[in-house]
């Protein structure tokens, strides 16, 4: 499917896109710089020798802790509700088998969303994380900042915390540009950037070998309901329908989990708390245009969809992203060949399950096949 549908959607309002200056050498790491996304790598063959659907399942104790060892006749993959064959599996415990490329973690520092009086405590919270150990991180880190003016990339991850400091401390708050002063247009506006700075990030892990958890610090950006709107024409649930496969489709083949991290207090400065817990309505897999809407690209949902943690609010936000970062070295690799589509954009449902009780599972939630 083209991404100028996706692209072309996420700018109804006629917002401007986010313009990057070519990268025409690898800067001084870390540094933050503006770019362009990459041009986008032929696509595979659909169809590999390991299957075609290739997932990444972490699986947690009732207390939340990651269970290594598992075998493959553990495991059972569900599409729709009937049961594939694993055609290939793998198993990392980070410490006798680690994941060869490391496990990319990509911090995402939305004060596009956040109000201006919270990004001071953001960063401090940051720096503690990247602190840690005396500044040795166990994954390598990017740092993405994304603002009303657009977002700003690191092209290297680093396991130098201390360097990384470096690089948020530059970070100021600002009062928003894009605020709910502006009514349903502002929110509009604020949805759209926040979401493609999303595919952006997507389009270039896509390009990237290796597994990435992207943890994104911030409350989310508005959730568009139809009373916001008025209404969904028929033409703008087919772009939000297209935008939702492509975001979708992208995330699973970059290997990306997304994490919703937030700190306390977010209710001054217009943070859009009556949308945090309608994303729920959203969870199901959109299955036609009909069923499209911009609720079905909240990040909380993106968050479930890709079996990623939704963590907060609360001030504490060092340790929620190193709940997150626990995430990284433990996990299964399995694979698996779709059935047949009957039609373009045919979704699925996918559930995978352990035969011992008191575990569960998170991965993928779903994809879209094409015939």
């Excluded at 166990?138 to 994304?146: E, F, G, H, K």
């Excluded at 087919?238 to 979708?248: A, H, K, P, Q, T």
């Excluded at 609720?295 to 890709?306: D, I, R, S």
């Amino acid at each position: 499917m083209s991404r100028s549908r996706f692209a072309y959607f996420l700018f109804l309002a006629g917002l401007q896109a986010v313009v990057f200056a070519q990268q025409t050498s690898v800067p001084p790491d870390p540094t933050l710089t503006h770019r362009h996304a990459p041009q986008p790598a032929p696509s595979p063959s659909r169809v590999t020798a390991a299957g075609s659907i290739h997932l990444d399942a972490m699986v947690n104790d009732a207390a939340g802790k990651p269970v290594p060892g598992l075998e493959p006749s553990d495991f059972k993959l569900l599409d729709d509700g009937q049961p594939r064959k694993i055609l290939s599996f793998r198993s990392f415990d980070g410490i006798t088998v680690k994941p060869d490329p490391a496990v990319q973690v990509i911090l995402v520092i939305d004060t596009a969303n956040l109000p201006f009086q919270q990004v001071s405590f953001v960063r401090q919270q940051i720096e503690q994380f990247l602190r840690e150990n005396g500044g040795h991180l166990a994954q390598p880190v990017s740092i993405m900042l994304l603002t009303d003016a657009g977002l700003r990339i690191q092209p290297r991850p680093s396991v130098d915390g201390n360097a990384l400091v470096g690089v948020v401390q530059q970070i100021k708050g600002s009062m928003r540009t894009i605020d709910t002063a502006m009514g349903g247009e502002g929110l509009l506006e604020r949805f759209q950037r926040s979401a493609r700075a999303m595919e952006t990030i997507a389009e270039n892990e896509a390009t990237r070998s290796g597994r990435k958890l992207l943890i994104w610090v911030g409350p989310g950006w508005p959730m568009l309901t139809t009373p916001v709107l008025g209404y969904y024409s028929e033409k703008d649930q087919r772009r939000y329908f297209d935008g939702i496969v492509e975001l979708s489709t992208k995330l699973r083949e970059a290997r990306t989990v997304v994490y919703s991290v937030a700190p306390g207090n977010l209710g001054a400065g217009g943070t859009d708390l009556d949308y945090t817990r309608l994303y729920q309505d959203y969870l199901k897999g959109v299955k036609s245009a009909q069923q499209a809407g911009t609720g079905n690209l909240a990040l909380k949902v993106l968050v479930t969809q890709t079996g990623g943690k939704i963590l907060g609010p609360d001030n504490n936000l060092a340790a929620q992203i190193d709940s997150c970062v626990a995430d990284a070295n433990a996990f299964y690799t399995l694979s698996f060949d779709p059935p047949r589509a009957e039609k373009p954009n045919e979704y699925h449902d996918l559930k995978v399950q352990v035969s011992q009780p008191g575990l569960t599972v998170r991965t993928n939630t779903g994809y879209y096949d094409q015939p």
